[in-house]
């Protein structure tokens, strides 16, 4: 049993599978909680399937029964999902709790503006900082053996 909450505060939703009830720990999460079944592939080598707390593997795909909406299970791929029927749910995360994803997941990527803009302020002051002024830089038509030019031409 997980708890799905689909993340509605970007673009595209996103599904969240979680295995603590994010309603039980106060935090406010972004959408309706569900109570759904993720079932987990049967694992290569033993061939047993793997049990609650173990987490869908990265490379994995997880698909929505359309018979049973509040059925979810992981194919090894896209296409394995597709050849049963199931609708393929991306993008997803699943973890143990809302505020694990909350400090995980980052789909926005971390605050870009005002990183942005600290670093193009302090390079610009840098840059300001260490620029010769114009009084300071010498006349290189004299280096290069060519006269240097009249102040008044």
């Known amino acids: 049993m997980h708890f799905l909450v689909i993340d509605v505060r970007f673009r595209v939703p996103i599904f969240v599978f979680l295995e603590l009830d994010p309603r039980e720990s106060g935090v406010d999460c972004a959408g309706d909680v569900r109570v759904v079944t993720l079932e987990f592939a049967v694992a290569r080598s033993g061939g047993t399937p793997r049990q609650s707390g173990d987490s869908v593997r990265a490379?994995?795909?997880?698909?929505r029964d359309p018979h049973q909406p509040d059925r979810y299970v992981e194919f090894p791929s896209d296409g394995h999902v597709r050849a049963a029927?199931?609708?393929?749910?991306?993008?997803?995360?699943?973890?143990?709790?809302?505020?694990?994803?909350l400090n995980v997941f980052r789909p926005e990527g971390e605050k870009q503006f005002k990183q942005a803009a600290a670093r193009s302020g302090l390079r610009q002051?840098?840059?300001?900082?260490?620029?010769?002024?114009?009084?300071?830089?010498?006349?290189?038509?004299?280096?290069?053996?060519?006269?240097?030019?009249?102040e008044g031409a």
């Not at 029927?85 to 994803?101: L, Q």
Request: net charge positive; proline share 12%; no cysteine.
């Open 59 to 63: 490379q994995a795909t997880i698909g």
């Open 125 to 150: 002051s840098v840059v300001a900082s260490s620029r010769p002024r114009t009084s300071q830089l010498p006349n290189l038509r004299s280096f290069r053996g060519a006269p240097a030019k009249p």
């Open 85 to 101: 029927g199931f609708a393929v749910i991306e993008p997803r995360y699943v973890g143990p709790s809302w505020e694990t994803y």
